[in-house]
């Protein structure tokens, strides 16, 4: 799990399950009922900060990603491949030139 | 007459060396494809970027075994360039990935397994024995060694059937004909839009296995006379057990994006079939190859009757 510019509180009870291997970067091998309670507390903690969670499963990439609180970064599954989609200044301006079809602009 | 100011500022840049193919995951290793369309793919620093609907992604090339790159897309020189050296193949396939228009390059650089490909296929009597073998396969039970081609087509045609037919029955999705027409796609029955979307993965995958284990499309054993010979036979190895149980379960359940839907579930079912390494080790099975990759810079050798002359060296003392 990673975390950026959360309280204080959230980084002290996320360090008594994982290991802070640099700041804001924990690893540990949890249970996976530990792990989802650690990311529901992440998530209802985070406040205007940012955290993600990548975890062991069983699918083809080996693991999944889950984010929260980055409106720039989210997490697209392309027909079950999990990869990050960045919405930046350049994706923008290259939006209007390749023009998206039209059920994709409800996303 | 030297002007200071052109003496280049010391660079802290990495000076990456020419890709190293030893350090790329094996085919077996790797994930299995990766569907886009209405993206524009370029290059940035060392890696691929695409600028999909959703968002920009970066592309992990180098794990990725096929890119299927639909309606919409758009490729820089740079970024072929950089798919083609980490090994990724490219096909170019129409919308929700069902027709196949073009195809890139491998990633081997020795012919040596084309070669005994081209032997076994041009010697009638190797090519019949691989025939033999590629139906063996699908028989767990085994082929007696006396039965003719014909009889070995009519028992293929019948485990077909019987298939199809079983898969109707626990799904309770109901199957008439297989129907190719690709002209009028929409009025086509959804199994059998599932159907060809699955095996327009299947194909994509297997033309990847080909290309990236050294041999060619396009001489087939069983199918002949087409592009894409081979791709149908290595598919065909596989289609009944990895397309037929996802596409009759997507067309069984309502709602839309049919297609979509078995490209993800062919997914999880062909990580869990372990498909990729399969294809591996059985094209190695059937058309043999494990000699070293040679140094991929050397010039390659002559052909001689005598044996082999060395590439790359002026022969022009052996003209007396």
Request: with cysteine; proline share 6%; hydrophobic share 35%.
């Amino acid at each position: 799990m990673t975390l950026e510019a959360v309280p204080e509180s959230l980084r002290g009870e996320l360090s008594r399950w994982l290991i802070e291997v640099q700041p804001g970067v924990y690893v540990g091998n949890a249970s996976a009922l530990v792990r989802d309670l650690l990311w529901d507390k992440a998530v209802g903690h985070t406040r205007r900060g940012r955290c993600t969670q990548v975890y062991r499963a069983s699918n083809e990439q080996g693991f999944v990603i889950r984010t929260h609180g980055d409106a720039t970064r989210r997490v697209v599954s392309l027909d079950g491949y999990q990869l990050v989609a960045v919405r930046n200044a350049r994706h923008a301006e290259l939006a209007q030139e390749y023009d998206p079809p039209e059920d994709d602009d409800k996303l | 007459m030297t002007d200071p100011t052109s003496i280049p500022p010391t660079s802290n840049a990495i000076i990456w060396q020419r890709q190293n193919l030893r350090e790329l995951p094996k085919f077996r290793d790797g994930t299995t494809y990766l569907y886009l369309d209405h993206t524009r793919l370029e290059q940035d620093g060392r890696g691929v970027r695409a600028y999909h609907p959703e968002g920009m992604v970066t592309i992990p090339a180098a794990s990725l075994s096929v890119l299927l790159l639909g309606p919409g897309c758009s490729v820089s020189h740079e970024a072929v360039k950089a798919l083609s050296d980490t090994g990724c193949s490219l096909l170019w396939v129409g919308e929700e990935g069902v027709r196949l228009y073009a195809s890139g390059l491998g990633e081997t650089r020795s012919a040596a397994r084309l070669q005994r490909q081209a032997l076994l296929w041009a010697n009638p009597q190797s090519r019949l024995r691989v025939v033999r073998q590629m139906y063996a396969m699908r028989f767990p039970e085994g082929l007696p060694p006396d039965l003719t081609l014909q009889q070995i087509r009519g028992r293929e045609g019948a485990r077909v059937r019987d298939a199809y037919a079983r898969y109707s029955r626990a799904h309770g999705v109901k199957w008439d004909t297989r129907q190719y027409k690709q002209q009028d796609w929409n009025r086509a029955t959804p199994v059998n839009k599932a159907v060809s979307a699955g095996n327009a993965c299947l194909y994509g995958l297997a033309h990847a296995a080909i290309l990236s284990m050294g041999y060619s499309p396009a001489l087939g054993f069983v199918h002949t006379g087409k592009m894409l010979s081979f791709v149908y036979d290595v598919a065909d190895l596989y289609k009944l057990e990895v397309v037929l149980p996802v596409a009759f379960r997507e067309a069984a359940t309502p709602g839309d994006d049919l297609e979509r839907r078995v490209r993800t579930g062919l997914r999880d079912h062909m990580t869990r079939l372990r498909l990729l390494e399969r294809m591996a080790a059985d094209l190695l099975h059937l058309l043999g190859g494990d000699d070293p990759d040679p140094e991929p810079m050397a010039p390659g050798d002559l052909w001689d009757p005598e044996g082999n002359a060395a590439g790359g060296v002026n022969h022009a003392g052996h003209d007396s």
